[in-house]
């Protein structure tokens, strides 16, 4: 079945430094794929979005790219903020069915100090 | 304009009791989903709506779980006698049409089963 799996946490990382969330998927067919974000106290939001292979989704300075060939969707920041500090959740659409039904990784918490 | 919204916010129960979740989604979306996040697991799919009816209820985890939609609008997850594996945060969803992957999550509901 379709599966996504994500590095695990939680990923600690100084204020400006480079962030990279690996992320890969298990699918038939041709999924959209998304990252959620989840702040502290709030709901998940979606963060970007890609649809086709080679597609990159991008947002607040978040970019990653949908590459069919090692079926990954890594998320990637090039300078991290305190205000990043949160869970992400990589996810995939189940095309199998037409209900908008999406399969999420487990998340990865990350922390941005000072 | 207003968000999803779930309530309660955190349900303590005893083991062998029955709990009932509401969400109430952004008005005039069509589409709602239940999804549940246990510790350490990813967000797992439960159901979904279309309106009123479920065409896809393939993640509910046992005949005590069950959800209603009424009205196109207000749904309410029910787990009849719970059980300690059922602790986890319950979040809602909604999405403004069949098949939209742009889902918009509730703050969840924390369930604790004593």
Known sequence: ?114 | GAGVSQSPSNKVTEKGKDVELRCDPISGHTALYWYRQSLGQGLEFLIYFQGNSAPDKSGLPSDRFSAERTGGSVSTLTIQRTQQEDSAVYLCASSPHQGSYEQYFGPGTRLTVT
């Open chain 1, 1 to 114: 079945g379709n599966s996504v799996t994500q590095m695990e946490g939680p990923v600690t990382l100084s204020e400006e430094a480079f962030l990279t969330i690996n992320c890969t998927y298990t699918a038939t067919g041709y999924p959209s794929l998304f990252w959620y974000v989840q702040y502290p106290g709030e709901g998940l939001q979606l963060l970007l979005k890609a649809t086709k292979a080679d597609d990159k989704g991008s947002n607040k300075g978040f970019e990653a790219t949908y590459r069919k060939e090692t079926t990954s969707f890594h998320l990637e920041k090039g300078s991290v903020q305190v205000s990043d500090s949160a869970v992400y959740f990589c996810a995939l659409s189940d095309g199998s069915s037409n209900t908008g039904k999406l399969i999420f990784g487990q998340g990865t918490t990350l922390q941005v100090k000072p």
